[in-house]
T-cell receptor, first 116, second 118 residues
Framework: DGGITQSPKYLFRKEGQNVTLSCEQNLNHDAMYWYRQDPGQGLRLIYYSQIVNDFQKGDIAEGYSVSREKKESFPLTVTSAQKNPTAFYLC???????????????FGQGTRLTVV | AQSVAQPEDQVNVAEGNPLTVKCTYSVSGNPYLFWYVQYPNRGLQFLLKYITGDNLVKGSYGFEAEFNKSQTSFHLKKPSALVSDSALYFCAVRDGGPVSGGYNKLIFGAGTRLAVHP
């Protein structure tokens, strides 16, 4: 089945550690996104990528890093510089739009990161 | 700057009654509007979208939404609520400016928790 897969579902991090969250899609989508979800704050954009080997900072990129070496994969690293990393992280993808039109984003099932 | 507001943190409805979840937006250019639903510890599921055309948009699971340009609103509605509709609902907007690959950012509201009581 086509879809977008995030792993792991739950992740525990010690203070000062870097951790990497995986996001893989087999939908042949060009654009991929990482959002952070905190209670009462909705979804905030961390990074997004429009094409392989290119990505842009979102609204809360500090303390995070990404790479886009393959179209299918957009891993997110939460570095030790992120002071409050405990949150639910969501990855999404969308196809490239040519001409007039719009499509919805497809979301993974999320990774819950907890600092212990 | 583009933004989305969902003025209600929670909406409570009795099963069988109509429901409305409110959303207002602010964008430059034409808005592209979306509704998503989220169940606990899961990703977001797409419900419906407004791009152009009829102001009343029909979507999944019996939901519909009405686009009102003068009031900059895109309220989600359902004629008869089910207990299984209880979830977190997000409104989102993308700036509908000149299409150049369609990569404009999606901006989400804070979410509204819908509780449908038996």
């Amino acid at each position: 089945d086509g879809g977008i897969t995030q792993s792991p579902k739950y992740l525990f991090r010690k203070e000062g550690q870097n951790v990497t969250l995986s996001c893989e899609q087999n939908l042949n989508h060009d654009a991929m996104y990482w959002y952070r979800q905190d209670p009462g704050q909705g979804l905030r954009l961390i990074y997004y990528s429009q094409i392989v080997n290119d990505f842009q900072k979102g609204d809360i990129a500090e303390g995070y890093s990404v790479s886009r070496e393959k179209k299918e994969s957009f891993p997110l690293t939460v570095t030790s510089a992120q002071k409050n990393p405990t949150a639910f992280y969501l990855c999404a993808s969308r196809p490239r739009i040519l001409g007039i039109g719009e499509t919805e984003a497809f979301f993974g099932q999320g990774t819950r990161l907890t600092v212990v | 700057a583009q933004s989305v507001a969902q003025p209600e943190d929670q909406v409570n409805v009795a099963e069988g009654n109509p429901l409305t979840v409110k959303c207002t937006y602010s964008v430059s250019g034409n808005p592209y509007l979306f509704w998503y639903v989220q169940y606990p510890n899961r990703g977001l599921q797409f419900l419906l979208k407004y791009i152009t055309g009829d102001n009343l948009v029909k979507g999944s699971y019996g939901f519909e939404a009405e686009f009102n340009k003068s009031q900059t609103s895109f309220h989600l509605k359902k004629p008869s609520a089910l207990v299984s509709d209880s979830a977190l609902y997000f409104c989102a907007v993308r700036d509908g400016g000149p299409v150049s690959g369609g990569y404009n950012k999606l901006i989400f509201g804070a979410g509204t928790r819908l509780a449908v009581h038996p």
